[in-house]
Nanobody
Framework: VQLQASGGGLVQAGGSLRLSCVAS????????AAWFRQAPGKEREFVAG????????PYANSVKGRFTISRDNAKSTVYLQMNSVTPEDTAIYYC????????????????????WGQGTEVTVSS
């Protein structure tokens, strides 16, 4: 199983980035997926999640209204559209996936996710 995240980089405050995560070696349509992030000196935190069906998309309060998570099961890919970014969004972003039975279930807890990508770094300059 491999999750390959990409799309990170340097962006100015107020700008946008789109992260992608391509999954292989698993049945992606049978998985809930999520993005987490870890800023320097801080613990990893939940950013956004998406259920198998795409109909359930919880967000962290800090990104609600600015970030959008989506998925394309045909491409085994989950996306994170980041708009109106601030320096507080600077972090390494990790995608994660978990086999789930329910089409509407997604957890915000990192221990619920079995599969993890390597991370992509996002730096927001002020």
């Amino acid at each position: 199983v491999q999750l390959q995240a990409s799309g990170g980089g340097l962006v100015q405050a107020g700008g946008s980035l789109r992260l992608s995560c391509v999954a292989s070696g698993l049945i992606f349509s049978g998985c809930a997926a999520a993005w987490f992030r870890q800023a320097p000196g801080k613990e990893r935190e939940f950013v956004a999640g998406i259920s198998r069906s795409g109909g359930n998309t919880p967000y962290a309060n800090s990104v609600k209204g600015r970030f959008t998570i989506s998925r394309d099961n045909a491409k085994s890919t989950v996306y994170l559209q980041m708009n109106s970014v601030t320096p507080e969004d600077t972090a390494i972003y990790y995608c994660a996936a978990a086999d789930v039975a329910s089409a509407s279930y997604v957890s915000a807890a990192s221990y619920r996710f079995k599969y993890w990508g390597q991370g992509t770094e996002v730096t927001v300059s002020s």
